[in-house]
């Protein structure tokens, strides 16, 4: 199935979203489709989709005009939409989902439960995933999640298939297994639109890529004939900087230790962050960083050992008490445990501090816009206005906006968990940057994180978990990749 977009336009109010794109995807091909946050791409894919109509242009499968009234449409044709806010049903099991909308029947008529139950397994065995098809949806990791929606796209025998950042919160033997999964599907003739802000998965997976800047289609090739630092450049319009970041700025002041600290998923860990150090936490996906902290942060279950917050023992019940100790946890998964979809952006950015901004339990406007004005220079959130729906700004912005909630709250130590995950290059380069002048102003970090090129670049020195336990620390000549993977692989231990 050979796919041609052509002058494809599309615009939400006076924001031209898509202005006179061509895009192309062959049978049996891999295509980058690459550009910032806010690029246009997913609005794109979306025309594609089925999920929203575009303004004007053309469309044409096999050389045929399409308009696509709906998702289910779309498909019907062939073309599968993995969507990087998963569209998942919590409430459901692993199997449901995976025949979500198109569930086989009985002769009587009934759904067909055993029938969706051993193909959903064969499916998910042929992957190499070990996953229980009767486990519900809303226990799975992001991780599992994802592969969830991968398996319900191949299940569809579709022709084409949109990837919207599908390894983003995988680890690497994951990845590796999308990408086999991938080139099996091309090597069976399906197109694949892989959109993805990972440049060196983009080098290694895609065929072809093109580059989309403010709603123009700015750049296109083999994948072969440029440099990650080429697509970098045509993503953002100049040089991106590639050096080490970390300033060394650590104090003599611990702010934030932990002795012997054991629980559910890690066990017997100790550590220091000081006044202005950025202390990396790294390892493969399961290996107990998040569940780590967020018991500290009083967000996840019990455990023994102490915590101490400036020399005095810490033992917070609960995200509110922490929060009131000046503890701020930028949380791994954006959907579901960071932003308020419901919510505009202004009261997303400034929830926390409405305690303290509130008098007889009504808010004072005029304080809470004036503190979300500020962030939102500070951190140069890009919005139209405060009240838009925070779900309507790029990934790279509600980030940013999540941000600017715990740092309207003035933290002492601030829990970054993958803060740059699903962000495009240029907003991962701002978020660095404001990482690193928080540091400065004597905030202490703990970066939590599974790109080492990141903890690298970033941190000052990182603890490296294997299985719940800290395999090694890095630091200075050690900061290296090969280093940090042998010690979260258990090569090193």
């Not at 109509?53 to 469309?59: K, L």
């Not at 996953?131 to 084409?160: C, F, H, P, W």
């Not at 509130?358 to 005029?366: C, K, L, N, T, V």
């Not at 962000?423 to 990482?435: C, S, T």
Request: charged share 25%.
């Amino acid at each position: 199935m050979d796919l041609t977009m052509r002058g494809v336009t599309k615009s939400f109010g006076a924001n031209n979203a898509l202005r006179g794109v061509d895009f192309r995807l062959s049978g049996g091909e891999i295509c980058a489709l690459l550009g910032e946050n806010g690029a246009g791409k997913s609005t794109l894919m979306n025309i594609l989709g089925g999920v929203v109509p575009r303004d004007s242009g053309d469309v044409l499968i096999d050389g045929k005009p399409v308009s696509f009234a709906g998702p289910k449409y779309s498909l019907a044709a062939g073309i599968a939409f993995i969507h990087q806010e998963l569209n998942l049903i919590n409430d459901l099991t692993v199997y449901e989902n995976l025949f979500l909308g198109r569930e086989p029947r009985t002769r009587s008529g009934a759904i067909d439960i055993p029938r969706m139950r051993s193909e959903g397994r064969r499916m998910l065995e042929g992957m190499g995933v070990d996953l229980d098809v009767n486990a519900m949806t809303r226990g799975l990791d992001a991780s599992y999640k994802q592969i969830v929606e991968i398996a319900r796209a191949m299940m569809a025998a579709a022709s084409i298939i949109i990837m919207d950042e599908p390894t983003s919160s995988l680890t690497d033997p994951e990845i590796e297994r999308v990408f086999a999964m991938m080139r099996a599907l091309r090597g069976q003739g399906v197109g694949i639109v892989f959109i993805s802000h990972k440049l060196r998965e983009v080098a290694r997976i895609a065929d072809r890529y093109a580059v989309l800047r403010d709603g123009e289609m700015v750049a296109e090739g083999n994948v072969a004939d440029v440099t990650a630092s080429d697509l970098a450049r045509f993503m953002v319009g100049r040089d991106v900087r590639a050096d080490a970041l970390s300033q060394r700025l650590r104090s003599p002041r611990s702010v934030l230790r932990a002795e012997r600290l054991t629980g559910n998923g890690f066990r017997d860990v100790s550590f220091d962050v000081h006044a202005g150090e950025i202390l990396g936490f790294t390892g493969l996906l399961g290996d107990g960083r998040s569940e780590l902290f967020l018991s500290i942060f009083g967000a996840g279950g019990p455990y023994t050992g102490s915590v101490y917050l400036d020399g005095k023992p810490f033992h917070p019940r609960g995200a509110t008490r922490a929060a009131d100790n000046g503890l701020a946890y930028l949380p791994r998964n954006r959907k579901e445990n960071g932003i308020i979809p419901d919510m505009d952006a202004l009261e997303n950015g400034s929830i926390v501090v409405w305690p303290k901004i509130s008098r007889f339990g009504f808010i004072d406007r005029r304080r809470q816009g004036d503190m979300f004005a500020g962030q939102v220079r500070a951190l140069r959130i890009k919005l139209a206005k405060p009240t838009d729906m925070i779900t309507s700004l790029s990934g790279g912005n509600q980030q940013k906006v999540v941000l600017a909630k715990w740092l309207s709250s003035n933290p002492r130590v601030l829990i970054l968990d993958n803060p740059t995950q699903g962000v495009d290059v240029g907003a991962k380069e701002e978020i660095y940057d404001i990482i690193l002048g928080l540091a400065r102003q004597g905030v202490a970090i703990a970066l939590l994180s599974s790109e080492a090129q990141e903890i690298i670049r970033v941190c000052d020195r990182a603890l490296v978990m294997y299985h719940g336990a800290v395999a090694g620390e890095a630091w200075g000549e050690t900061m290296r990749e090969r280093a940090i993977m042998r010690l979260a692989t258990g090569a090193g231990v």
